[in-house]
Each structure stands twice: as C-alpha cells, then as structure tokens.
C-alpha cells in the first residue's frame, strides 16, 4: 500500500521563526506533490504544489522536492500564530491504473508569539 | 474565485436514518472526489469520479453508502442506516483532471450520528 509519512507534531517555533516540515512517501513514481494548510474545523485549503526536484517559492513558503530520497519539504519564514495550524502533505500517484492523491496525516504547527 | 460547494456544512442525525451531501465543483473539473476525514487524521478518499463514471470506489462501504455524479457534474453522497462510526467531516474535492492538476477543497460537512 502506497503511503505517505508526516510527523504529527506538535511542532512549536517561536514567532519571526522558520518552521520546517517534512514528509516521506512510498511510492518512487509518484510526479506531483502538495502542502495544504487545516485549520481546526475547517478544510484544507492548498499552498503549494510541486513537480520538479528543487526548490519552489511564494512569498513566505518554500516547498522542496527530493525525489531520489521520496522526500517533500516545507518552510515557512518569518513564522506568525496565525501559521498555527496542521499542514497536510499530499502525492497524487498511481494506485492499480487511476491515480489519487494520498495525505498524510498532518503535522501540527503551534507559532508561539 | 470559483469555489467548491457542499450543502449542508453541519448534520446531526439519529444512528439507522439516512443521511445526504451535495457536492458542486469548481466550473470545468472533470475530477470529482469525495473524502472521509476523521480528527487527526489525513483525508481518506471514499469515491473518485471522473465526468459521470466513477473511476475508484475501493474505499466506500457499499453496503450502506452510494455516490452519484448523473450529468458530471454535481455530486451526491449518501448514507443509509446512518452509524455511530460514520460521524466525521466529509470533504469534497475537484481538480481539472486525474493527474498532476491541483485538487480544490469544498468547505466540507460535520456530520454527528447520536
């Protein structure tokens, strides 16, 4: 089974911090990779997507792409309390012919101001 | 900016009575998906639809949930009895295709089973 590994936190920085996340996913031939932000109770809304090996960022996020480590990144500078949320990573890959996207379970980031 | 919409966003229902949601995409997106997501943990897809055919069910209880996008369009989940266990938030989601599009969330829906 195809899967997707967050640590679940909490990660707790101090504000004007950077804060990175990370994720692992399993299956070698996945080609597209996305950071959502949850807030408590509400729907996870996307940040960033990501396709290439490297670097890619808006404004204060920096997603980073390892695809020979299976290894997905996030950084978030200049940190804020309302960064506070959980950060979901998702792959979209081929699971028997169709493709999906897979989540992981979140990592919970507390900006402490 | 074009949204994904879900009716209702809270449902209280009684364990055994039949439960609906009503999903409407982003204008254009072929790619339907409709999610279950319990506190804690990540989206678990239920059923993928691509225009009006589903194209994986693999997670969704048949015996007592039923999905159905007739025009590849809007979208209806179903529940029927409704169970203790279904209660948790449930997402729907639509991207212009299958692969490597970004996939939009809907608001979701909070359903409580009692």
């Known amino acids: 089974q195809k899967e997707v590994e967050q640590n679940s936190g909490p990660l707790s920085v101090p504000e004007g911090a950077i804060a990175s996340l990370n994720c692992t996913y399993s299956?070698?031939?996945?080609?597209?990779f996305f950071w959502y932000r949850q807030y408590s109770g509400k729907s996870p809304e996307l940040i960033m997507s990501i396709y290439s090996n490297g670097d890619k960022e808006d404004g204060r996020f920096t997603a980073q792409l390892n695809k020979a480590s299976q290894y997905v990144s996030l950084l978030i500078r200049d940190s804020q309390p309302s960064d506070s949320a959980t950060y979901l990573c998702a792959v979209n890959t081929d699971t028997s012919g169709t493709y999906k996207y897979i989540f992981g379970t979140g990592t919970r980031l507390k900006v402490l101001a | 900016e074009a949204e994904v919409a879900q009716s209702p966003r809270y449902k209280i229902t009684e364990k055994s009575q039949a439960v609906a949601f009503w999903c409407d995409p982003i204008s254009g997106h072929a790619t339907l998906y409709w999610y279950r997501q319990i506190l804690g943990q990540g989206p678990e897809l239920l059923v993928q639809f691509q225009d009006e055919s589903v194209v994986d069910d693999s997670q969704l209880p048949k015996d007592r949930f039923s999905a159905e996008r007739l025009k590849g369009v809007d979208s209806t989940l179903k529940i029927q009895p409704a169970e203790l266990g279904d209660s948790a938030m449930y997402l729907c989601?639509?991207?212009?295709?299958?692969?490597?599009?970004?996939?939009?969330f809907g608001p979701g829906t909070r359903l409580t089973v009692t």
């Open positions: 989601a639509s991207s212009l295709g299958q692969v490597m599009y970004e996939q939009y």
């Open positions: 299956d070698r031939g996945s080609q597209s």
